[in-house]
Each structure stands twice: as structure tokens, then as C-alpha cells.
């Protein structure tokens, strides 16, 4: 009898502390899930966030050095009067509206691509609403800037900040660029080249300063990397259907649920 006393007093004590360290075990596996959870939302805002730095950076850049161009005096060599007076002369007689149907061409590119069957980062969908999207931005900005900053262009008018022809070359090189530049870097070179040239075919023709055409290039480049950091793949993308029987008041039924 003392004997079956002394087994259930054991009992008593080892029954709590194995219900006890079972706890402590489960709260401290749910702790570290808590910690790799955490760990990994901080590396992940730390990607985003890396990944809108890099994207601001070259934008920012061409934006800074078209405000550069505005501040020197007139007859000074970095000043967008000294540097229209130098492409003038240096090409005179090279004046062309190419620069009409090239700010076009990277985008063309982009579905004639796609048409032909080169692979591509998004599918048609999703292309064709990032474009929409990286148009309709680039032209509240451009227009935006044109009504609020009135400039007076070398050919006359008051329209001339910034150049609204870079920034749709630059918006179409940039698509270009994030849709095949891991099928080809020489797409995105060929893309961005076809936009400088456009940028200066702006100078060329005397129909923007300097200022206007690296500022609207900055403008082009920004409004497109915003909307590829900010666009939700949702469009062309297969989803799963669920369809599970109900049971209702009155009766039941079926169920279906489409999870994208």
C-alpha cells in the first residue's frame, strides 16, 4: 500500500513538470517562429527598399544635372545657352523629325518582341497595363511641370520644361529594358540608345534646351520604375477553383471560390 502511495505522489510530480516543460517547449518553438518571421519581413522591407533606392538612383541623377544646366550664367560653358550654342554649330545641317517616330520605337519593340515569340518578363496583359500605367503617370508629371515651371523654348513658346518627347523615348526604352534585358542586354542597349538619340534629336532641331531633355529623361525613367515596383501581377495569371458543397438553412447548395 505504501508502495502504490508512493507511485501516485511520483505521479503528481512528474505529470506537471512534463505538462509544464511541454508548454515551455511549445511557447518557445512559437517564439522562434515569431523570430524567423520577424527576421524575415525585415529582410524583405530591406529589399523593397533597396530596390527603390537603386530605381531612384539613375533618374535622380539626370534630374540633377538638367537643374544643374539652369544655374550658370549665360555666357558660362555648363550653362544650357553655352551648350545649345555648341550643338547648333556642331550640327548645323543634321536637323530631321526622327525624333517624332523615335520616342515611339522601344515601346514598339516591346510587343514586336512578344509577337515574334522572344520571352519576355510579364505576359501581354500585364504589359500592356504597366504601359498604360507608365504612359498615363509620365503625362501627369510632364504636363504638370509644363503648366507649373513655364518655359521659354529656343524655338519660341513657353512650354519647353521638360521635354515631353525624351520622357516617352525614356518611358519606352525603360519598358523595354525591364521586359528583355535578362533575354538580351543588347535589347536594353539598343532601346536606350534609340532615346538619347531622341533626347538629342529634341537639341538638334533647337526645340529644348539641355535642361528640359535630361529632366524629361529622369521623368521617363522614374514614372516606369514606379509603376514595375508598385505593379500587382494579378492580370493573365491562373488561379485555382474551389468547389465545395454547402449546407444552408432552407436547404443547400454548392459553394466555388477562385483564389488568384
Known amino acids: 500500500m505504501n508502495l502504490l502511495k508512493k507511485f501516485n505522489t511520483l505521479l503528481l510530480l512528474i505529470i506537471p513538470t512534463f505538462l509544464f516543460s511541454q508548454g515551455f517547449e511549445s511557447n518557445l518553438a512559437s517564439d522562434t517562429l515569431k523570430v524567423k518571421s520577424s527576421k ?3 529582410r524583405q522591407n530591406q529589399v523593397v527598399k533597396s530596390q527603390w533606392i537603386k530605381g531612384a538612383i539613375v533618374p535622380a541623377s539626370l534630374i540633377l544635372a538638367g537643374t544643374i544646366t539652369l544655374i550658370p550664367e549665360s555666357n558660362t560653358l555648363l550653362s544650357k545657352y553655352s551648350i545649345r550654342k555648341g550643338i547648333q554649330d556642331a550640327f548645323s545641317g543634321a536637323k530631321s523629325p526622327v525624333d517624332n517616330y523615335l520616342q515611339f520605337a522601344p515601346l514598339a519593340a516591346v510587343f514586336g518582341l512578344r509577337a515574334i515569340g522572344v520571352p519576355s518578363r510579364s505576359d501581354m496583359i500585364n504589359q500592356f497595363v504597366i504601359s498604360v500605367k507608365a504612359e498615363l503617370l509620365m503625362n ?3 504636363e504638370g511641370m509644363k503648366k507649373m515651371i513655364p518655359t521659354r523654348r529656343p524655338s519660341g513658346g513657353m512650354n519647353s520644361m521638360p521635354s515631353g518627347h525624351t520622357a516617352q523615348a525614356f518611358v519606352s526604352a525603360t519598358i523595354l529594358d525591364m521586359e528583355y534585358r535578362d533575354t538580351s542586354p543588347w535589347i536594353s542597349v539598343a ?3 534609340a532615346a538619347t538619340t ?11 534646351w539641355i535642361s528640359d531633355v535630361f529632366i524629361g529623361a529622369g521623368i521617363g525613367i522614374l514614372s516606369t520604375r514606379l509603376v514595375y515596383l508598385t505593379h500587382c501581377y494579378r492580370c ?15 436547404g443547400g447548395g ?3 471560390a477562385l483564389v488568384l
Do not use: C, Q, W
Not at 531622341?198 to 529644348?208: A, E, P, Q
Open 254 to 256: 454548392v459553394s466555388m
Open 198 to 208: 531622341t533626347g538629342m534629336y529634341r537639341m538638334i532641331n533647337d526645340k529644348h
Open 40 to 42: 524575415f519581413e525585415i
Open 191 to 193: 532601346g536606350y540608345a
Open 236 to 250: 493573365g495569371k491562373k488561379g485555382n477553383l474551389a468547389i465545395l458543397p454547402a449546407i444552408l438553412k432552407n
Open 140 to 142: 501627369i508629371l510632364v
